[in-house]
């Protein structure tokens, strides 16, 4: 171990990539938002196939995919007069994927409203 602490065969990643992660993972905290990223990473649909999923409204699934859309983790296509959306960001689908399959499959969620996750 280096004079710094830091394990000499780890590459640290420049500090620019911890704002543009914890904006991420903030972007992410929405429960919608999660919940629309999860649905996108088992394919492609429309905003009134998504709102129907997810519980919400049209226009605020709209609202949201606009978000994710700026922020680069989701994609749109226009087909006649719909706009299908999809998953862009494999990286991020997969982190999102393994934490909410995680959580699904162990019950987990109580711990984690209380802050107590193991």
């Given at each position: 171990?280096?004079?710094d602490?830091?394990d000499g065969?780890r590459?640290?990643?420049a ?10 993972f903030?972007l992410?905290?929405n ?6 990223l ?34 680069g ?11 299908i ?14 934490m909410?399959?995680?959580f699904a499959?162990g019950d ?11």
């Amino acid at each position: 171990m280096g004079a710094d602490g830091r394990d000499g065969s780890r590459r640290y990643p420049a500090a620019e990539v911890w704002g543009a992660s914890a904006a991420v993972f903030g972007l992410l905290a929405n429960p919608m938002r999660l919940h629309i990223l999860w649905d996108l990473s088992h394919g492609e649909c429309d905003v009134s196939q998504l709102a129907e999923r997810v519980g919400g409204t049209p226009q605020a699934v709209s609202q949201h995919l606009a978000k994710l859309k700026l922020a680069g983790l989701v994609r749109v296509r226009t087909e006649g007069r719909r706009r299908i959306y999809r998953a862009n960001e494999p990286r991020v689908t997969a982190a999102v994927l393994l934490m909410v399959e995680g959580f699904a499959t162990g019950d987990r969620t109580q711990q984690a409203s209380t802050g107590a996750v193991a």
